[in-house]
């Protein structure tokens, strides 16, 4: 029985152990408990003073990934807020970049800062970033790609950024990592949705970044965009991050200190930790690993485009993703992702590659990886005719489906049960 996340449960799925092949992070021992891994790491600093030194006495920008990002926010920010006792101000600023605000889980993230930096008597202050107000933006010029930098005016008020990160893959900007606290994470929509346009080409993929330590990797026009857009936002300022790579029973790695020496090194742990060489098979089983990454089929599909690599051309897919907050998870997303993904396939493709706009670099994905498969079955509490409108077909039993590829074929079936953080590569 092999047991598939979906939601906070699991789905249990006959399937002989000979004729089934797990995609799943390679453990790297049990993992480390996250705030141990957390102080380890603070205490051996990478290319910068330790963080009490920096902060000291200065206005300190402290971003936080918001909640689609299933991390351990509350050891991340115990970590950091306790070396930041003698800082003149902590301001906090949950960097939900367009994503939803006032969701329930970034209400807990701000009740949890405000806790903890309460106990620890820190001057202090948190809000969530607004991509939409154009009054609390700065505009530092333009990217080369004609990208606007426009930043939040509170995150600019500051001597010293730090950022608190899990990096992992990441289907068009490579890896998330630091760098995109600041795009998407406080910029303005406007800043957003040029730079995400840059998603629709084939090289803004996982696996690439212009920090890899492979010189063959390192083109990647989202990320490089991202990158020349901090350069600015942080120039003459010191930025001091941690960061995680996170597995099942911990985390796997962790490391803290200068921004860009810090992530180079975490980059290859991802690779190590979630990157998977598999030869294309003709059924694959992708679950993106449960809530919070199946939240919306929004962010669902991240998983299928990290899997996308694992079945062939005219292959099927068994979608397992239970989007009980439905297909997007603002008006906005729903409009420019799911509505357009609605359309026939090649109008999808054709209009987007006309005209971007923000989100719809979801739906040109989506509509190229459904037009290479001969079908997406899809496991959900979405209605069915939701689904059916979106190129798939819904069902009740995902047994029925496995028992025919077994009936079919004597391939194995491919199990890809944390999609959302494993990049299978061909």
Request: aromatic share 6%.
């Amino acid at each position: 029985m092999v047991q598939v996340p979906y939601g906070t449960g699991e789905l249990g799925i006959r399937i002989p152990e000979e004729r089934s092949r797990l995609l799943e992070p390679i453990p790297a021992g049990a993992g480390t408990p996250p705030l141990e891994a957390f102080r380890g790491a603070l205490a051996e600093p990478i290319g910068c003073l330790g963080l009490e030194e920096l902060s000291a006495g200065r206005t300190v920008t402290y971003l936080l990934d918001d909640a689609t990002r299933a991390e351990p926010h509350g050891d991340f920010m115990l970590a950091v807020l306790e070396r930041l006792v003698g800082a003149e101000l902590v301001r906090g600023i949950v960097a939900v970049g367009s994503h939803e605000r006032f969701s329930e889980g970034n209400k807990r993230i701000v009740a949890t800062f405000e806790a903890l930096a309460g106990e620890l008597g820190l001057r202090h202050e948190i809000s969530i970033h607004d991509c939409e107000d154009p009054s609390l933006h700065v505009r530092l010029g333009t990217t080369c790609r004609a990208t606007p930098v426009d930043i939040s005016r509170q995150a600019l008020d500051a001597d010293l950024f730090v950022v608190t990160s899990d990096v992992k893959n990441h289907y068009f900007a490579g890896y998330s990592n630091p760098l995109k606290s600041f795009l998407p994470g406080v910029s303005s929509f406007a800043a957003i949705e040029n730079n995400h346009s840059f998603a629709l080409d084939p090289e803004s993929t996982f696996g690439r970044h212009p920090w890899h330590p492979d010189p063959d990797r390192r083109t990647n026009p989202v990320s490089e965009d991202i990158l020349e857009a901090v350069m600015m936002a942080t120039a003459g300022k010191d930025v001091f991050v941690l960061v995680a790579v996170t597995g099942a029973g911990g985390i796997v790695w962790a490391g803290a200190g200068e921004m860009e020496a810090v992530t180079r090194q975490a980059i290859p742990q991802v690779d190590r930790a979630a990157g998977l060489r598999v030869a294309p098979a003709r059924c694959l089983i992708v679950s993106p690993g449960g809530h919070p990454q199946d939240e919306t089929l929004y962010n669902a599909q991240r998983g299928l485009e990290l899997s996308r690599n694992g079945v062939r051309e005219g292959g099927e897919v068994l979608f397992v993703a239970q989007c009980k907050s439905g297909v997007a998870p603002t008006p906005k997303a729903r409009a420019d992702f799911y509505e357009r993904l609605t359309a026939p396939l090649d109008e999808v493709i054709a209009g987007l590659e006309a005209r971007y706009v923000l989100y719809s670099h979801k739906a040109y994905k989506f509509a190229q990886f459904i037009g290479s498969v001969r079908r997406i079955y899809m496991v959900t509490d979405l209605p069915a005719q939701v689904v059916e409108a979106a190129h798939m077909e819904k069902v009740e039993d995902p047994q029925q489906v496995v028992d025919r590829w077994l009936r079919e074929s004597e391939e194995p079936i491919l199990i890809a049960t944390h999609a959302n953080k494993v990049a299978l590569y061909s």
